[in-house]
Structures are given as structure tokens and as C-alpha cells.
């Protein structure tokens, strides 16, 4: 079964650092999308990708953050400048167009130091 | 703004009760309704989904859930929960502009 694939599983950082999250959504899906977790709080919405440009973000998506899908498999999301309150599980997922349920990778878990 | 409300923070049960989870959304178009579950230490997966036809719509691993229009509602149900479902459970809805809300969860504890 086709599934979204992220790497790394686990990244520990300097604080001010700047950190990229890898993720390979399911290659007929349009949609992408990064969510993040702190520990032991809910899920968070970040941004959502569309035809290549962003189609949504939240708040917490400042300009410390992008999203970019370089070459039509991958789809990062990079932090420029770490800060400690980055520290969480982000997760990536994607779907088809139209009616569908996101597919959830396994989550990359951000340590910033 | 569209937002999805899940009224039960922490939900704590014995095994073998039965499970009702609330869950309401605000759109008033037609929307695609989910419930994940986020196991300890794991991603979200999917527990079941509603995008038409009969409201009452089964999942894995026992689940239920009952969409009711009128009152925006999208309801998890389990007649007999066991210490396996001890997890975090996440309403979803999907509108027509394609933006995926998800609820704030739901924490469940199993008793053995």
C-alpha cells in the first residue's frame, strides 16, 4: 500500500539552526500538507501545498518558515532559524483531489537544544 | 470561521463500556467527515469516513460514526471498548475549498 514516507524520523538541533523536513507524499496525491505536535498537546495545522504555490497557512507559519516541492517527489518544510518552542513531531501528509482522507506519514520529531 | 469542536477532552472508561465521542463542525456547505486515532507514540491513521449516502458509517476495530445534519454532528461510537483503543482520537472535516480542519482531540484511557 502506497504511503507518505518523512525523514528523518528524529533531528536534534542548536537553537538558531537551520533545519529542513523531508517528506515523500503518495505520487498521484495534489494535495500536501505539514501539521505539527507538541508533546502531549494537539494536532496543529502549519501550511497546505497546492499546484506548487501555499494554499493555506496558519499563524504559526511565520517567516521562519517554508514549504517547497523541488522536484515533484519531495516536499520540505524548512525552519531558516530554530528557536526551542519549534520542539515537536511534524507531520506531513497529503491526499487526491476532491473527497478524500489525508495520508499521514510517521512524523519527523524536531529536538531543538 | 469553519472550525470542528470536540467537547470531551479526556475520556476515561472501564473495558467492555461503550464509547460516544462528540464531535460538531461549522460549514454549512457539503463536507467530508473523518475520525483518525493516534495510538501512543504513533502518526495519525484513518478510523472511518463519511462523504454521502448513509450517515451511519463503520470504521475499523469496531467503530461507528453517525452523521446528523441538522445537528452538525459526527459522533464516535464503540459498543465495548477494549485497553487496545487506549489512544488519542481526532474529528476531521473537509469543505469544498479543500481546507482539512481537524478538532483539538480526544484523549481516551481504557481501564483493564
Known amino acids: 500500500e502506497p504511503e507518505v514516507t518523512q525523514t528523518p524520523s528524529h533531528q536534534v538541533t542548536q537553537m538558531g539552526q537551520e533545519v529542513i523536513l523531508r517528506c515523500v507524499p503518495i505520487?498521484?496525491?495534489?494535495?500536501f500538507y505539514w501539521y505539527r505536535q507538541i508533546l502531549g498537546q494537539k494536532v496543529e495545522f502549519l501550511v497546505s501545498?497546492?499546484?506548487?504555490?501555499?494554499?493555506?497557512k496558519s499563524e504559526i507559519f511565520d517567516d521562519q518558515f517554508s514549504v517547497e516541492r523541488p522536484d515533484g517527489s519531495n516536499f520540505t518544510l524548512k525552519i531558516r532559524s530554530t528557536k526551542l518552542e519549534d520542539s515537536a513531531m511534524y507531520f506531513c501528509?497529503?491526499?487526491?483531489?476532491?473527497?478524500?482522507?489525508?495520508?499521514f506519514g510517521e512524523g519527523s520529531r524536531l529536538t531543538v537544544l | 470561521a469553519q472550525s470542528v469542536s470536540q467537547h470531551n477532552h479526556h475520556v476515561i472508561l472501564s473495558e467492555a463500556a461503550s464509547l460516544e465521542l462528540g464531535c460538531n463542525y461549522s460549514?454549512?456547505?457539503?463536507?467530508?467527515l473523518f475520525w483518525y486515532v493516534q495510538y501512543p507514540g504513533q502518526h495519525l491513521q484513518l478510523l472511518l469516513k463519511?462523504?454521502?449516502?448513509?450517515?451511519l458509517v463503520k470504521g475499523i476495530k469496531g467503530f461507528e460514526a453517525e452523521f446528523i445534519k441538522s445537528k452538525f454532528s459526527f459522533n464516535l461510537r464503540k459498543p465495548s471498548v477494549q485497553w487496545s483503543d487506549t489512544a488519542e482520537y481526532f474529528c476531521a472535516a473537509l469543505n469544498t475549498g479543500n481546507q482539512f480542519y481537524f478538532g483539538t482531540g480526544t484523549s481516551l484511557t481504557v481501564i483493564p
Open positions: 501545498f497546492y499546484n506548487n504555490e501555499i494554499s493555506e
Open positions: 460549514y454549512g456547505g457539503t463536507v467530508n
Open positions: 505520487s498521484n496525491h495534489l494535495y
Open positions: 501528509a497529503s491526499r487526491t483531489g476532491g473527497p478524500g482522507e489525508l495520508f
Open positions: 463519511y462523504f454521502s449516502g448513509d450517515p
